[in-house]
């Protein structure tokens, strides 16, 4: 319970009032302001009845209170005193919480350089997430000026209660615990031998300090229990369904009593034992990984799983959208080998190293730059726009070159042009390269799971699941330069062979139209005209590299004059749009219409503390997969009145460009890109959809909710 306070502003711009809370910046200076001595600062909310805000653990929903302080140099703020939470029910949620009134209390630091000058100002950015049935986000600027020689302890008797209520550390030598299951349920049974005696016989209330560790409500779960075997207590809590970490250590706050009288505990129990595994996946543990040679039984089929699953996703990859513009690659491959079997195998094999090789970089570079605390995800290079302009570019050259306006010869060296003769398989290999581009972007069926496994593994088994996706991705191309009725099948080399090449440099325009597109969302609409009209003063210069005239010579210098330029405009308006204070929150391809909202996970809690299921569409401009899935499932008509009809708050996290935030809420789910599709309903674990989503699966999951 919060305790009971009273007070009245006494410095101008020290109060905000709103119609559930009256917020007040206090103060506690006994001895004036100097260094060395006591000086405490808090903020007093007062709530009107029914309404609560929140502990730092707000349980199955909510948000803890945030302080910001704006002090001079010298002062240093510490960390909240929390005052002892309490319990507050909503429907099936379990939070926890203030109600009535509560003062949270942070400590002052003064340098023994610090010199007071007449006043000390101080000043204070608070939100806080205050609750009823509904709940409000709020905030406030506060400020006060202390004079430096005068004492300030008009609130006394408040900031001593909240500090006589800090909880008391308990020994972790002298605590255990194990886990168990029962009735599928997971829990953990905790023994402790450090309570004060007084304590005996008496049911203590268990409060997690970190979220999704233990379930909101656990000791009051049919299967929970407390006791006392003389001084030592024992309770058998659930483990949360949500719980997606198996951190070391178990802090938890402990409560005995109510009101002015509670007494709290806080306590960090060691976990020596594994965690088990979650319902529906691996988790990493506590404990010290199994070596690769010698895996945990469960690690190892989960691994096996998750090998099966890149490698299943790898070949679903071949039909999705995304991947559709290098068939036209594979098709020239064979056609420019004729019947030569050998060639087709030895292209066939360059075309697999060029895909694994480059799964294996790609993941290798994911993984190097996630442990050096990057927020990074599958898919991650094509979040730069400056990635996206030069594949344009890459594939502007390819059209050319497959209109025969650009030959090799023109601008590669003759060395490389008869290494390029003697050994072929290179076009192969390149080609199994630029599959990896266009594919990364995308997550097919069975991806989204293993690529997220693949971000807790070791290296080494990590790596292993992106070499079976490249081994799924190339399988296709690979059996069919093995299987002599495919080549077989093929036309003799004549005429046809000039007119298919140039027909698939529309592919290769198609995706320069797409990238242009996926350039405009993350930047801006002029970026990409620049961009464009930059790529068509270069087909121009190429297209005059044919003519060796004097004419020729003056259209090459206009040209090469007009991409100078205009590629400098780009380049500045490119770095003008993509800063941060300019970069929009909210691409065009990924606006929130009348029935969708921007994404935050405050949304999701608050949507949850309200009873209300929520849907989150995890989508990025440059995944094609994710374009075609809103177009058509998600702008379905009767899918868009079933989410109305049961209430579902829809939201959209848009990943186009770099977002720590939605890289961790995927992290979360077990998923590293995109698409991500999450229905949240309270008091149950998310339910991860396909990512080929379809109708009627929503339809399916709209069903499950009450």
């Known amino acids: 319970m919060g305790v009971g306070l009273a007070a009245s502003a006494w410095s101008q711009g020290s109060v905000v009032t709103t119609p559930q809370v009256r917020a007040e910046l206090v103060v506690h200076a006994p001895n004036g302001v100097q260094a060395g001595q006591p000086l405490w600062v808090g903020l007093l909310l007062q709530h009107q009845p029914d309404w609560h805000t929140y502990w730092r653990n707000p349980g199955d929903s909510g948000l803890p209170t945030q302080l910001n302080w704006h002090l001079p140099a010298g002062v240093q703020a510490g960390a909240i005193a929390w005052p002892l939470p309490h319990k507050l029910r909503a429907g099936s949620l379990t939070n926890y919480g203030y109600d009535r009134e509560v003062l949270l209390a942070v400590p002052l630091t003064l340098s023994p350089n610090f010199k007071a000058s007449t006043t000390l100002e101080i000043g204070l950015h608070a939100n806080w997430l205050v609750c009823r049935l509904e709940c409000i986000p709020q905030e406030g600027d506060f400020r006060l000026s202390l004079p430096a020689q005068t004492s300030h302890a008009p609130m006394s008797r408040a900031f001593e209660a909240v500090l006589a209520q800090q909880p008391r550390p308990v020994n972790p030598d002298k605590t255990q615990a194990n886990f168990d299951i029962q009735n599928q349920t997971q829990f953990i ?59 070391p250590t178990l802090p938890l706050l402990l409560v ?65 959208p995304c991947v559709l513009p290098i068939l036209a690659i594979k098709v020239l491959s064979f056609a420019q080998h004729s019947r030569q079997q050998r060639a087709h195998r030895i292209a066939g094999l360059a075309y697999t190293a060029g895909v694994v090789l480059s799964f294996l970089l790609l993941g290798s570079g994911v993984l190097a730059l996630r442990a050096a605390g990057e927020q990074l995800g599958w898919g991650f290079q094509l979040q730069s726009p400056w990635v996206v302009s030069a594949l344009a570019l890459l594939f502007t050259l ?4 497959l209109w025969g306006l650009l030959e090799l010869g023109q601008v590669l060296p003759s060395s490389w042009l008869s290494f390029q003769a003697s050994h072929p398989a290179s076009d192969a290999l390149l080609s199994g390269v630029l599959a990896v581009a266009i594919a990364s972007p995308c997550t097919a069926p069975f991806m989204g799971a293993s690529l997220g496994l693949a971000m807790t593994l070791p290296t080494p088994q990590a790596l292993a699941i992106f070499a079976s996706m490249g081994l799924g991705l190339a399988l296709p191309y690979l059996l069919a330069s093995w299987w002599p009725a495919v080549a077989r099948r093929l036309p003799h080399p004549g005429p046809w062979m000039l007119m298919l090449r140039q027909l698939l440099a529309f592919p290769m325009l198609a995706t320069v139209v797409w990238l242009l597109w996926v350039l405009g969302q993350q930047s801006n609409l002029d970026v990409s005209t620049l961009l464009l009209a930059w790529l ?12 060796r005239t004097r004419g020729g010579r003056v259209l090459q210098v206009l040209f090469a004059l007009y991409l100078a330029g205009l590629g400098t405009t780009w380049v500045q308006s490119l770095q003008s749009a993509t800063t941060p204070d300019s970069a929009p929150t909210t691409h065009a391809a990924n606006a929130p219409t009348s029935a969708w909202q921007d994404w935050s996970e405050a949304k999701v809690r608050q949507s949850l503390a309200q009873n209300q299921p929520v849907f989150v569409d995890f989508t990025a401009a440059w995944c094609v997969t994710c374009q075609i899935n809103k177009k058509t499932t998600l702008g379905n008509r009767s899918v868009l009145a079933d989410f109305q009809a049961h209430q579902v708050n829809l939201l959209r996290a848009d990943w186009t460009r770099r977002d720590p935030a939605i890289t961790a809420a995927l992290s979360a789910l077990g998923r590293s890109g995109v698409p991500v599709y999450v229905l949240y309903a309270p008091g149950r674990a998310p339910l991860v959809l396909s990512e080929l989503l379809s109708a009627s699966q929503i339809h399916e999951a709209l069903a499950t909710l009450p």
Not at 196 to 210: D, W
Not at 266 to 288: E, Y
Not at 398 to 401: D, E, P, R, T
Not at 536 to 547: M, P
Request: net charge negative.
């Open 256 to 320: 005995d009593g109510q009101g002015p009288s509670q007494q709290g505990f806080s306590l960090a129990i060691p976990l020596q034992q594994d965690w088990p595994a979650l319902p529906d996946g691996p988790v990493t543990s506590s404990a010290p990984a199994a070596s690769p040679e010698q895996p945990h039984e469960a690690g190892l089929w989960g691994f096996v799983w998750a090998l099966a699953g890149a490698f299943v996703g790898g070949l679903t990859l071949n039909l999705m």
């Open 398 to 401: 390819i059209a050319l070159n």
């Open 189 to 247: 049974t905790l023994q402790i031998s450090d309570l004060p005696a007084a304590l005996q016989g008496h049911r203590l209330a268990v409060f997690p300090e970190t979220a999704d560790i233990l379930e909101s409500a656990a000791d009051q779960h049919p299967f929970a229990s407390q006791s006392w075997q003389g001084a030592v207590w024992s309770a058998r809590l659930p483990l949360s369904s949500l719980r997606q970490t198996a951190p």
């Open 536 to 547: 068509l003063g270069l087909s121009a210069l190429v297209w005059s590299a044919r003519f």
